[in-house]
């Protein structure tokens, strides 16, 4: 069984910064990629950020140059998205979703909960 437990949420002001951090856990052979998405009220799902398993990224036209998603090594299966310059329409929930490899031969989607991201002065 996989997890993902997604954490750094919050209330920042226009202009702040915020981390957030998608954990996985469990029967984990490998992570091919990881993808931040987020969803504002009455809004569809939307893709933010993609960080595949050899390093490329992939961002939103409308988050390019202030977000960054990343992997940390030292903390195993982490995947972090660095906001900078956020601005009210940031203001979603945001959810970490990973495609692993449980098993040889075998791939699952993974979804983690939503953290609640508010940009509001």
């Known amino acids: 069984q996989v997890h993902l437990v997604v954490s750094g949420g919050g209330l920042v002001p226009p202009g702040g910064s915020l981390r957030i951090a998608c954990a996985a856990s469990?029967?984990?052979?490998?992570?091919?990629?990881v993808r931040w998405y987020r969803q504002a009220p009455g809004e569809p799902r939307e893709l933010v950020a993609a960080?595949?398993?050899?390093?490329?990224?992939?961002y939103a036209d409308s988050v390019k140059a202030r977000f960054t998603i990343s992997r940390d090594n030292r903390v195993k299966n982490t995947t972090y998205l660095q906001m900078n310059n956020l601005k009210p329409e940031d203001t979603a929930v945001y959810y970490c979703?990973?495609?692993?490899?449980?098993?040889?031969?075998?791939?699952?989607?993974?979804w983690g909960q939503g953290t609640r991201v508010t940009v509001s002065s």
């Open positions: 979703n990973a495609d692993i490899a449980v098993v040889a031969g075998l791939q699952i989607d993974a």
């Open positions: 960080l595949t398993s050899a390093g490329s990224t992939d």
């Open positions: 469990g029967t984990i052979r490998g992570i091919a990629a």
